[in-house]
Structures are given as structure tokens and as C-alpha cells.
């Protein structure tokens, strides 16, 4: 994994953490470059967005966006991931038997019968792994505090059989758009979107299972909607180019009618000809003419879902897409991201694995002109002093936990 941070100056502490590569935001708006980076493997995924040559004017619609749906934190074992003293975590071999109290209120039985773990009131206890992680983190970003530890792949609804689709992998997406929503609705004020953020987290743990579901499931559709419009898209191309070989040809029979030697026969055929291509490329003309119209209608549609679909991330509040998916790079990806949330709001920070199907995961930012909040659904709720310190640690996140990732965007609510 690249090295992000550019030897930004620490604030002393002790004790001082062990050696390690750093991988700190330069404080000055223009960041330093960091030493001799590994090549970052570009993403794969890319939307055509021309137009047919000669046809009226049709846009590509842009890809919807995919829905990360969040790894339970599992270092990678590449050479850039980390040390051997941080803990290898298989949140599968951390399942154990959960045994179901005989004694249970009206609101648990109407949990259980919705496939929610009850309401406890308070917060699932983090896996020492977890807690060791977040140690050497605070290490590496001094002021940073945890608010409160998520942990996702310790809780144990997410260790029981039969979790819906979409839920198998992590409710990183789901529990991104709810503390979205909850910052949101505190007005903006940290402390109260945290306190409504963890009351959530504590008592319906398994509304973000169902969110999570449900976002899968409309991911799936627009994912399928959205290929039916490309493949529309290629087809009206193909008749755009259908339309321009006959055009061609139509001209060739014109500038043989004007050879002096043609015999009326000949000449006669060559404009029988040339009247059959004529009302091919009418007749084609037509049906280019409704096809656009169609494909301009359905991009219409499109977009309107795939803004619904991005006001759902937000829980509920309309977005802003600050910067599409790009690769990742050590040179500039601190740079990126700290440009990309220095205005005050929530931010959805999408990363995504190389692959057209690839795997992704998602974190959360609410930048402020005072205190800034950061959530990795894999490890707590952060508050940090200021917004440098914010993207020091996202960025200690994803090259600590997260090396494999290739490229990012970024949402602002």
C-alpha cells in the first residue's frame, strides 16, 4: 500500500509509538511528495460517455453508483498492510453459539419476528483486536478520541446464518447513511449527532441489516436498468453507422450518374438504385428519430432514480457528487481528499477494489470549523481537533486496514 502522508509534523507524545512509515497530510496546502510509492493499480471501471457520430445528440447515462458493501475488517496480508504484531481478524472464526434470553418483552419478540437482534441499550463490546488497532491508530494521529467503537463484524446479529443479501458483508453502507442522517438532524452540531447516532447503533442494530438490504436489492436494479440502457445505447449506434454506409454508397451512385458514357440502361439501374437507398435512409431516419426519443425518456427516468438512490445514502438527504470514482494514487491522494471535504458537511467516502464487481466499503466524515467526526463501521465513531486531522486518520484507516483498494469518490450531504 501506497505511503499517503507527507511527514506532516506530530505533536509529541509519549510514549513515543514504534517505528513506522508515516503517512501524514502536509499542514501546508501543497503536500510534499512522499518517497518511492508502489505502482497503484488503476481502476477498471469506466462508463462510455460519447455520443453516436452523426446521430442527434444522445447522451451516455452515468453509472449508477455501486454500493460498497463493506468488508468485516480483515487486514490484508499483502506486503503493504501492516506489521506482524497486528492481528490477523477472521470475523468468521469469532462466531460463537448466541444463546436467546427465555425471558423477553413484547418489543424483542416483534425484533426477532422482523430478523433484528433486540434492543439491549447499550453498546456491543469491541474484539481486543479491534481495540489494539485503534490504539496504535491514536498513536499515529495525536487528539484523535474514539466516540464509540462500531465494530460490525463483532456484533452479533452479523454472525448469525441467513443474513439477507447484501448484509453478508458488512452494513458499512447502511450505518454510513444513518450517521449521516442523525448528523443531519442534529443540525450539525457533533456531539448530538453522535449521541443519536450511538442510541441507534444500540438499540436497532437491525434496521441497518433491513437498510442494507434494501439498498442492495435497489443497487441490483439500477445496476440491470442501467445495462439495458447501454445495450440500447449501442444498438442506435449501430444503426447510426448502418444509416452513414448507406449514405456513402447513395453518394457513389451520384457521381457514377454523372459519367457521359452510361448507357440508358445503366443509367437507369444506377438510379433505381439510388431511390431504394433513398427511402432506406428515410425510413432509417424515422426510427433513429423515436429511438433517441426513447433513450433520451429512459436516461430522464434513470437519473431521477439515481439521484433517489444517492439521497437514500444520505438518509434521506439530497447529495452532491464532489468527485467521481479515480485511482488512488500516493501522490496525490491526500491532497484529493482533504480538497474534496474542506467544506463544512457529511461526507460518504466510497472505496472500491479493482474489478467491475468489485468489492468496496465506505466511510463517513462531517467536517466542521471545530471538532471533525470520522466512522469506519469496522473500528468507532473518531472525533478529531480539526479537519487535518480528520483526513490524517481516514487516511491511516486505508492504509492500514484498506491497501488493496484502488480508487475512491466522494459525496457530500
Not at 433491513?210 to 436489492?217: G, I, P, S, V
Not at 443497487?219 to 448502418?242: M, R
Request: with cysteine; charged share 25%; aromatic share 4%.
Amino acid at each position: 500500500m501506497k505511503s499517503f502522508k507527507a511527514g506532516f509534523p506530530k505533536t509529541p507524545k509519549a510514549p513515543p509509538a514504534p517505528p513506522k512509515v508515516t503517512n501524514t497530510v502536509a499542514q501546508d496546502p501543497t503536500f510534499s511528495k512522499p518517497g518511492t510509492p508502489a505502482a497503484k493499480p488503476p481502476s477498471s471501471t469506466a462508463t462510455p460517455t460519447g455520443t453516436p457520430t452523426g446521430s442527434p445528440n444522445v447522451s451516455r447515462p452515468g453509472t449508477p453508483d455501486k454500493t460498497p458493501q463493506g468488508d468485516a475488517f480483515k487486514p490484508s496480508g499483502s506486503p503493504g498492510a501492516s506489521s506482524s504484531s497486528r492481528p490477523n481478524i477472521d470475523a468468521h472464526s469469532l462466531q460463537g453459539p448466541q444463546v436467546q434470553s427465555p425471558h423477553l418483552s413484547e418489543t424483542e419478540i416483534a425484533d426477532l419476528a422482523m430478523g433484528r437482534t433486540p434492543g439491549k441499550g447499550k453498546a456491543v463490546t469491541p474484539r481486543p483486536e479491534i481495540q489494539q488497532v485503534v490504539q496504535e491508530m491514536k498513536q499515529e494521529v495525536p487528539g484523535a478520541e474514539v466516540l464509540r467503537y462500531t465494530d460490525q463484524g463483532g456484533h452479533p446479529m452479523l454472525k448469525q446464518p441467513g443474513l439477507p443479501a447484501g448484509a453478508d458483508a458488512g452494513v458499512c453502507s447502511a450505518m454510513t447513511s444513518e450517521w449521516i442522517r442523525t448528523g443531519i438532524e442534529a443540525g450539525g452540531d457533533p456531539l448530538k449527532g453522535s449521541q443519536s447516532f450511538g442510541k441507534l447503533t444500540d438499540n436497532h442494530f437491525g434496521k441497518l441489516i433491513d437498510k442494507q438490504h434494501a439498498e442492495h436489492l435497489q443497487s441490483n436494479s439500477l445496476t440491470s436498468k442501467n445495462n439495458e440502457h447501454l445495450a440500447d445505447i449501442a444498438k442506435l449506434e449501430g444503426s447510426v453507422k448502418l444509416l452513414q454506409g448507406k449514405s456513402a454508397q447513395r453518394k457513389e451512385l451520384n457521381e457514377l450518374l454523372t459519367h457521359p458514357d452510361l448507357t440508358p440502361e445503366q443509367r437507369q439501374g444506377l438510379k433505381a438504385q439510388r431511390s431504394e437507398l433513398t427511402q432506406e435512409i428515410k425510413q432509417g431516419m424515422a426510427q433513429l428519430n423515436q429511438d433517441q426519443a426513447a433513450i433520451a425518456k429512459k436516461q430522464e427516468s434513470l437519473s431521477g432514480l439515481v439521484d433517489d438512490f444517492r439521497t437514500g445514502r444520505g438518509g434521506g438527504h439530497p447529495g452532491v457528487k464532489v468527485q467521481d470514482f479515480e485511482p488512488i494514487d500516493g501522490e496525490t491522494f491526500g491532497q484529493k481528499l482533504f480538497e474534496g471535504t474542506k467544506e463544512n458537511g457529511h461526507y460518504r467516502i466510497g472505496l472500491r477494489k479493482p474489478g467491475e464487481a468489485a468489492e468496496g466499503h465506505v466511510l463517513g466524515l462531517h467536517k466542521t470549523d471545530g471538532p471533525n467526526r470520522l466512522l469506519d463501521a469496522n473500528t468507532a465513531e473518531w472525533k478529531t481537533n480539526n479537519h487535518k486531522d480528520a483526513v490524517n486518520l481516514t487516511l491511516e484507516h486505508i492504509d492500514r486496514l484498506y491497501p488493496g483498494y484502488g480508487s475512491f469518490d466522494i459525496t457530500r450531504y
